[in-house]
């Protein structure tokens, strides 16, 4: 007798062999669940801000009784900038006339003069100063550049133009020599004057992409995000054209890396699950971080954060969430309250089961990041942050998001964020 040919498997009993593809509840109910979820959580945000104060003002760094004093900057007007540069080059012309030549009282932006505020949830500077003299040979180029750039700022003052950091590094090549000299001292010469970076009219090159549900006016032109095709619209480098957003969104999707973004963006994820989603394509970026916190505080909207499962995948979050040491001095501005870790996360290694030849061995550099952030003080105030991170050092294993490519191609945007939406997984 002749074998009886096995039925031959359709898609769909394929997409039923997907880990958890089958748990999937319908779109419709997964919306509902997101619909309370945010319902909830803007009431109890609500009835918490009406107890702890009588006024919607956000906590600052005035409201609270540190132990240390610390340094803040603020948005200063073009005038006010070109003022405060005046007043330094005025008090080093009479210190030179005095006969005691010049230095520059420059904020240390060391570690050790960096401060994590709990109650605020970010990273601030401390207000300790150095004396950086030109009659020092170990500080004469440092104090020279310094110098040089406050005449460079100066000029984009009177003339109302901006620049980028790259035109300003090319102004003096030699003198500069890198642009890291040049990027270090602009940051420098913002917190002496006690003014945000963009104040400054020097803006990065455009980095960060932003898609779905948003619409908002660039420099008085509207942009509507939904249709900007796969590659989605180039956040502006000066937040200042930025403005009247709308959006239908439920959340905002951040992603760290651009080949997660693009699959997204091409299974126009944001139709299916009405959201915003941005990605500064790696290392976040000034623009992007003042994009962000801009989109979170106007909409008020939720923000989930899909990065890699390493320790520099959770760093990347802490920036856009707790500011960097860089630039603590301007966390007030560039940070984003309250972003849930969606994944991908250690324990989703095994919880997904993610094939062993898609995980790959941490580097000893790797260990010792993931040790030195779990010393840090804004993970330490997250249990569930702390858990994650202890399982990634014991396995000693990470994974990019594009492990789950090992699934499907399209396993991200078809089950694995929709189950995510569904169990309300994320820290």
């Avoid at 917190?191 to 006016?217: D, P, Q, Y």
């Avoid at 014991?394 to 089950?415: D, M, N, R």
Wanted: with cysteine.
């Amino acid at each position: 007798m002749a074998d009886k040919k096995k039925p031959k498997r359709t898609k769909e009993d394929k997409d039923e062999d997907l880990p958890f593809k089958s748990i999937l509840e319908s779109d419709e109910a997964i919306l509902k669940l997101l619909k309370s979820y945010i319902s909830s959580s803007l009431t109890a945000a609500g009835s918490s801000g009406a107890s702890s104060s009588s006024s919607s003002k956000p906590l600052t760094l005035a409201d609270l009784s540190l132990s240390s004093s610390c340094r803040e900057v603020a948005d200063l007007s073009l005038s006010s900038v070109q003022t405060e540069i005046e007043t330094v080059i005025v008090q080093i012309a009479r210190s030179i006339l005095a006969g005691d030549g010049f230095s520059f009282s420059v904020p240390s932006r060391a570690a050790s003069n960096q401060l994590y505020v709990p109650e605020l949830d970010r990273i601030v500077l401390k207000d300790k100063s150095t004396l950086r003299p030109f009659a020092s040979v170990s500080s004469v180029r440092k104090t020279t550049i310094t110098t040089r750039i406050l005449a460079l700022i100066h000029q984009l003052c009177l003339r109302n133009i901006h620049v980028t950091k790259r035109d300003l590094f090319y102004t003096d090549v030699k003198l500069f020599q890198d642009q890291t000299q040049s990027d270090a001292v602009l940051d420098d010469v913002s917190c002496m004057l006690g003014c945000t970076r963009s104040s400054l009219n020097v803006i990065a090159a455009e980095k960060g992409v932003v898609v779905g549900r948003l619409i908002f006016s660039d420099n008085g032109d509207m942009i509507d995000c939904t249709k900007m095709g796969m590659g989605g619209k180039a956040i502006p480098p000066n937040i200042d054209r930025v403005g009247d957003m709308q959006s239908d969104a439920m959340f905002i999707l951040l992603v760290e890396k651009d080949a997660a973004y693009i699959r997204l963006a091409e299974d126009r994820f944001y139709n299916r699950f009405p959201c915003i989603i941005v990605t500064a394509k790696g290392q976040p970026d000034v623009a992007t971080r003042l994009f962000l916190r801009k989109m979170k505080m106007e909409l008020k909207l939720p923000v989930l954060a899909l990065v890699d499962s390493d320790p520099y995948g959770l760093k990347i979050l802490s920036v856009y969430g707790c500011g960097s040491k860089n630039m603590s001095y301007d966390s007030a501005n560039l940070t984003t309250p309250d972003i849930k870790w969606l994944g991908i996360r250690p324990s989703d290694l095994d919880k997904y089961k993610i094939p062993e030849q898609c995980r790959l061995p941490m580097t000893e550099q790797d260990i010792k990041t993931g040790k030195d952030m779990l010393e840090e003080d804004f993970v330490k105030k997250n249990p569930g942050w702390v858990e994650e991170l202890n399982l990634m050092v014991k396995t000693k294993q990470k994974a990019e998001i594009q492990a789950l490519s090992s699934f499907g191609f399209q396993y991200l945007s078809e089950v694995y964020l929709p189950l995510k939406l569904q169990q309300q997984d994320w820290l």
